[in-house]
């Protein structure tokens, strides 16, 4: 049974850097085709993909925030994280990761994170 | 960017009625070597994060009822509810996998009348 988790800090100021983790059970982000994904939502708003990661360390960005993107995996603990710099009270909503192959993508997500950025 | 965008943004349907999302690319979504169209169909309700419901445009998940169909190919797809339920009331997205920037549609609010 494939698992996600997303975890991180609920409150960041403006400017400061975002961490998020998200950690993962029942499968191996070395088999072939796999990847992990970030989306986010804004309150009462659409999903907005944000970054992949794929098992041959293969790493993709939404172009509008590419410069701020980076994302990463620990195959061995099970972990991808997205960090995301110079937050903005407009970057406010829940972030989610979810389970992503070439043929059914994000097929398993995790419950997500609020993030809220303010001062 | 590939921009999907859904008709209607919302929509409100009869339990047991049809209910139809359209879903138009601005370019094709048909990966002609393989004959496979790279959308997908999420349902999200309130406080829940979205589930496929959907891939390869007709392609339903493991699980989902057998109401829920999808269609359509290149650039312009179909999401349809062939007999509402009550708990169908949620918002649709359709989401493309064609290209490694991913997109997802504005979605659609799907209530009952």
């Known amino acids: 049974q494939i698992t996600l988790k997303e975890s991180g800090p609920t409150l960041v100021k403006p400017t400061q850097t975002l961490t998020l983790t998200c950690t993962f059970s029942?499968?191996?982000?070395?088999?072939?085709?796999?990847?992990v994904g970030w989306i986010r939502q804004p309150p009462g708003k659409a999903l907005e993909w944000l970054a992949l990661v794929y098992w041959d360390d293969a790493e993709h960005y939404s172009p509008s925030l590419k410069s701020r993107l980076t994302i990463t995996k620990d195959t061995s603990k099970k972990e991808v994280v997205l960090t995301m710099t110079n937050m903005d009270p407009v970057d406010t909503g829940t972030y989610y990761c979810a389970h992503d192959t070439l043929r059914r993508s994000f097929d398993i997500w995790g419950q997500g994170t609020m993030v809220t950025v303010s001062s | 960017d590939i921009v999907l965008t859904q008709s209607p943004d919302s929509l409100a349907v009869s339990l047991g009625e049809r209910a139809t999302i359209n879903c138009k690319s601005s370019q094709s979504l048909l990966y002609s070597s393989k004959n496979k169209n790279y959308l997908a169909w999420f349902q999200q309700k309130p406080g829940q994060p979205p589930k496929l419901l959907i891939y390869w445009a007709s392609t339903r998940e493991s699980g989902v009822p057998d109401r829920f169909s999808g269609s359509g190919s290149g650039t312009d797809f179909t999401l349809t509810i062939s007999s509402l339920q009550a708990e169908d009331v949620a918002v649709y997205y359709c989401h493309q996998y064609y290209t490694l920037s991913r997109t997802f549609g504005q979605g659609t609010k799907l209530e009952i009348k």
């Open positions: 029942g499968f191996s982000l070395s088999t072939s085709g796999v990847g």
